[in-house]
């Protein structure tokens, strides 16, 4: 079924600019609050702000929250949505949102503001779908969580359940390179991209779309089966708005608000002029980690200080500490049950991609670090041994900041093993 989209990024955001202005004092609250522009900057904000409020869904499915930046643009969206009932489930296994965004918004805005809200903490791969969009009418799916197995998820498993109502489904970490200069077309220092999701290092050429993320290739794969266009943000902005509508815009909300970038595209199903094929979600055995003796299940991971950050992603952990030497980040609990040896050895593999990471034991009474290890940034996965005569008298392992310079460190554990 064909369905008439007249909807653009550019033209949601001239007619939404006086909604958005008056909501300013609103939005930059709650980017203070979420102080993650690296993920979703300023004008990003803005524009899906407009898009979702000229599209006016009725469920907003969020696959990937992080610190939130992206949450508390639905919320708002809902909330400016008044005649609608407009809710919000967002999904993802992260634990930032929860442990600091929504402390610092409730002081100030209350509990009734997350009224649209229903943060779940699951995995995107093993979430009940079919409910959710049972009786809704109008539906955008917000694609931010990476990996070829989620992209499967969305593809094969979430999409065939809205194919015949109104949605859309927007990505962003996508750029379109028609309008970002032609210094994103030269490798410079990088080798080819390997897959993995990390945008510090290489990145990935495909036509005009340069991304760091696995989705990119799988999207431009089904999007190229079903014959469907894969619109760019960039491309509206400059070519749907003219010159005296950008200064217009600029006047109306500031430099900081507008940009034409926005690193994100959007599809839908609903312009299929052919069957749409969708791929088969392969089951995947998440319970193996769990299965192998002495292998620690890198879900069970606790926070280690408010300023850290811990994602999980496709291969494993990617953990953020905060700037300050020797910060803690990230600790894995380990349980001796059963084992009779008293010496413990721990074998982790970690890939640094800022900074010094460092890895080591943590005592029973907290007081010191046993076989500290530090681990500076390297384009591959190292394999790092640690090892304590005392197994019992150590609680977990502890992630901390092994950068001396005041600056923040980050590496993505991709297995932590014990014997």
């Not at 995107?124 to 079919?130: E, L, V, W």
């Not at 593809?155 to 489904?169: F, M, Q």
């Not at 803690?328 to 010094?356: C, H, M, R, W």
């Amino acid at each position: 079924m064909t369905i008439k989209n007249d909807i653009s990024p550019a033209k949601a955001l001239l007619q939404n600019q006086q909604v958005i202005k008056s909501e300013k004092k609103r939005i930059e609250l709650l980017i203070k609050c979420v102080n993650s522009p690296n993920e979703l900057n300023t004008s990003q904000w803005i524009q899906i702000m407009a898009f979702l409020l000229e599209f006016k869904p009725d469920l907003i499915l969020e696959l990937g929250r992080g610190y939130g930046n992206s949450t508390c643009v639905f919320i708002e969206v809902c909330h400016l949505l008044s005649s609608i009932e407009c809710n919000i489930t967002s999904i993802c296994q992260s634990l930032e949102w929860n442990q600091r965004t929504v402390p610092c918004i409730k002081r100030s805005l209350g509990d009734q503001w997350f009224k649209p809200l229903n943060a779940i903490t699951t995995d995107i791969r093993d979430f009940d779908y079919d409910i959710l969009f049972s009786g809704k009418k109008r539906i955008v799916i917000f694609w931010d969580a990476h990996g070829f197995e989620v992209a499967e998820t969305v593809l094969g498993k979430i999409l065939p359940l809205i194919k015949d109502k109104p949605h859309l489904v927007i990505m962003h970490d996508i750029s379109d390179t028609r309008y970002n200069g032609d210094g994103v077309r030269y490798y410079g220092e990088n080798g080819l991209w390997k897959g993995k999701n990390n945008c510090t290092g290489p990145r990935v050429h495909l036509g005009h779309i340069n991304s760091c993320v696995e989705q990119s290739v799988a999207i431009v794969d089904f999007c190229s089966r079903n014959m469907l266009t894969l619109h760019s943000s960039d491309e509206s902005y400059h070519t749907e708005i003219s010159d005296e509508n950008w200064e217009k815009l600029i006047d109306a909300l500031g430099n900081d608000y507008v940009s034409k970038n926005g690193h994100w595209f959007w599809f839908t199903l609903n312009e299929a002029a052919v069957e749409i094929t969708f791929p088969k979600v392969i089951a995947h055995n998440r319970s193996r980690e769990k299965q192998i003796p002495g292998v620690i299940n890198l879900n069970i991971v606790e926070l280690a200080s408010k300023n850290a950050k811990i994602e999980k992603i496709q291969d494993g952990l990617k953990i953020r500490t905060p700037v300050e030497p020797w910060a803690y980040a990230a600790f894995f609990p380990i349980n001796k049950k059963g084992s009779e040896k008293n010496s413990l050895t721990a074998e982790i593999e970690v890939q640094v991609i800022d900074g010094v990471i460092s890895v080591g034991f943590l005592s029973s009474d907290d007081k010191k670090i046993i076989d500290e290890k530090f681990i500076p940034k390297n384009e591959r996965i190292q394999s790092i041994e640690i090892f304590t005569l005392d197994g019992d008298g150590v609680k977990g392992i502890i992630i901390r900041n092994g950068s001396l310079d005041n600056s923040v460190s980050q590496g993505i554990i991709t297995r932590l093993e014990t014997e």
